[in-house]
């Protein structure tokens, strides 16, 4: 049996991957100490997924936290797994300022950890890193924009298919955040190339689903569509609502790192998001859900922008599908708002109605 370990598999991410690989007959172990509720509180709290995860017999759960170096290596010891996701982290812009050796010890210590184990005990197996666009920092920023009714859009034609894998990490604005995925990030690069192993970092857009628990600081669209079918006032900081963001499902997202376990290559970057079709503005974002939900979307403005966030960011998808032709996005956006309306509608129907 393919066996898999997947980190943060309470997650947004960590769920679907082990859900996909689950449903194709692996055995999956997932580690998670559900510090999401630690970072965001009751509302980030993961315990949900991990009951629907455990339907699965094959699931095998370790409440381990990834900062815990004997932990970590205990585990491959004793695992040797056949593909490697690392999907925890603390995953959010804005709250990293405020716990920034927490965010630099899950965030770069923790994928240290995971590498280093995977070296000592099964340095063959395909190592797939979850990274951000937010290693770029505010460069996109620099580019050359062009104001839409609704939306920015690249006045630079070099970007009409989006950002590239080429494009500079290096002396731009962060945030603390992205300081700390950068770290992990290069090593995760570093362990492919001076070490010869195979690793991946997926630098990813807005990874999105249905099972998300968005809040307010991270899962913009899963927030937004929350905030709508709850009647919440929805805050946009800054950029006139009009700052693009590529989205992506999170079983495409599976879906490729399935097709790298079955070709690896060594120290790739990809930059993973929905592309420029999948592409929206919080302006946009709202007409979609209010069409879905037919409730309005309250919303108010707040002139800041946040520290560092991306005007207008779609991945060039080229390099992804040029190394692996087999993968695409299948899932449009419209797909994506309809099936996280339909998640959150059942989500949110009160206890004594069910
Ligand atoms: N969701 C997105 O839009 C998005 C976009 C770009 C990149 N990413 C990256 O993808 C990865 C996963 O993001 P996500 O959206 O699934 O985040 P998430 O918060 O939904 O999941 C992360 C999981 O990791 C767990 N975790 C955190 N610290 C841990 C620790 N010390 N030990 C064990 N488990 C721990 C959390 O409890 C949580 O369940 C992150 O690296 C994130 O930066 C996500």
Same mark, same amino acid.
């Given at each position: 049996?393919?066996?898999?370990?997947?980190?943060?598999?309470?997650?947004?991410?960590?769920?679907?991957?082990?859900?996909?690989?689950?449903?194709?007959?692996?055995?999956?172990?997932?580690?998670?100490?559900?510090?999401?509720?630690?970072?965001?509180?009751?509302?980030?709290?993961?315990?949900?997924?991990?009951?629907?995860?455990?339907?699965?017999?094959?699931?095998?759960?370790?409440?381990?936290?990834?900062?815990?170096?004997?932990?970590?290596?205990?585990?491959?010891?004793?695992?040797?797994?056949?593909?490697?996701?690392?999907?925890?982290?603390?995953?959010?812009?804005?709250?990293?300022?405020?716990?920034?050796?927490?965010?630099?010890?899950?965030?770069?210590?923790?994928?240290?950890?995971?590498?280093?184990?995977?070296?000592? %005990?099964?340095?063959?197996?395909?190592?797939?890193?979850?990274?951000?666009?937010?290693?770029?920092?505010?460069?996109?920023?620099?580019?050359?924009?062009?104001?839409?009714?609704?939306?920015?859009?690249?006045?630079?034609?070099?970007?009409?298919?989006?950002?590239?894998?080429?494009?500079?990490?290096?002396?731009?604005?962060?945030?603390?955040?992205?300081?700390?995925?950068?770290?992990?990030?290069?090593?995760?690069?570093?362990?492919?190339?001076? %070490?010869?192993?195979?690793?991946?970092?997926?630098?990813?857009?807005?990874?999105?689903g249905?099972?998300?628990?968005?809040?307010?600081?991270?899962?913009?669209?899963?927030?937004?569509?929350?905030?709508?079918?709850?009647?919440?006032?929805?805050?946009?900081?800054?950029?006139?609502?009009?700052?693009?963001?590529?989205?992506i499902h999170?079983e495409d997202?599976?879906?490729?790192?399935?097709?790298?376990?079955?070709?690896?290559?060594?120290?790739?970057?990809?930059?993973?998001?929905g592309?420029?079709?999948n592409?929206?503005?919080?302006?946009?974002? %709202?007409?979609?859900?209010?069409?879905?939900?037919?409730?309005?979307?309250?919303?108010?403005?707040?002139?800041?922008?946040?520290?560092?966030?991306?005007?207008?960011?779609?991945?060039?998808?080229?390099?992804?599908?040029?190394?692996?032709?087999?993968?695409?996005i299948t899932r449009p956006l419209?797909n994506i708002?309809?099936e996280?309306?339909?998640?959150?509608?059942?989500?949110?129907?009160?206890?004594?109605?069910?």
């Open positions: 049996m393919k066996s898999l370990l997947v980190t943060g598999s309470c997650g947004l991410i960590g769920s679907e991957v082990a859900t996909y690989f689950l449903k194709l007959g692996w055995r999956v172990t997932g580690v998670d100490n559900n510090f999401r509720a630690v970072f965001f509180g009751p509302e980030g709290d993961t315990r949900w997924t991990l009951s629907r995860l455990r339907e699965f017999s094959s699931y095998h759960h370790r409440d381990l936290d990834i900062r815990d170096r004997e932990d970590i290596l205990d585990l491959m010891r004793d695992l040797r797994p056949g593909l490697i996701v690392h999907a925890a982290a603390q995953p959010s812009h804005d709250r990293a300022a405020a716990i920034p050796f927490l965010d630099f010890e899950v965030n770069a210590v923790g994928t240290l950890n995971l590498l280093e184990a995977a070296r000592q %005990f099964c340095a063959e197996t395909p190592f797939v890193h979850m990274s951000t666009n937010k290693v770029y920092g505010d460069r996109p920023n620099r580019i050359p924009l062009t104001e839409l009714e609704t939306r920015w859009e690249y006045a630079d034609p070099s970007f009409l298919e989006g950002i590239p894998e080429s494009f500079s990490i290096d002396q731009s604005k962060h945030s603390i955040f992205g300081a700390s995925k950068v770290a992990g990030d290069v090593m995760a690069q570093e362990y492919g190339r001076y %070490f010869g192993m195979p690793t991946c970092c997926l630098r990813g857009g807005c990874l999105t249905p099972n998300h628990s968005g809040v307010e600081l991270h899962g913009f669209l899963s927030y937004l569509v929350r905030c709508n079918l709850e009647g919440r006032e929805y805050k946009v900081f800054g950029y006139k609502g009009k700052q693009v963001r590529d989205n999170s997202v599976a879906s490729f790192m399935d097709e790298f376990f079955r070709n690896p290559r060594s120290g790739e970057v990809y930059n993973l998001g592309g420029k079709s592409s929206c503005s919080i302006l946009e974002a %709202f007409r979609m859900v209010e069409e879905l939900s037919g409730k309005p979307q309250r919303w108010s403005y707040v002139e800041q922008n946040r520290s560092g966030d991306h005007i207008c960011y779609y991945s060039d998808l080229r390099k992804m599908k040029a190394h692996y032709p087999a993968w695409d419209g708002f309809h996280i309306v339909e998640s959150w509608s059942r989500r949110l129907v009160p206890a004594h109605s069910k």
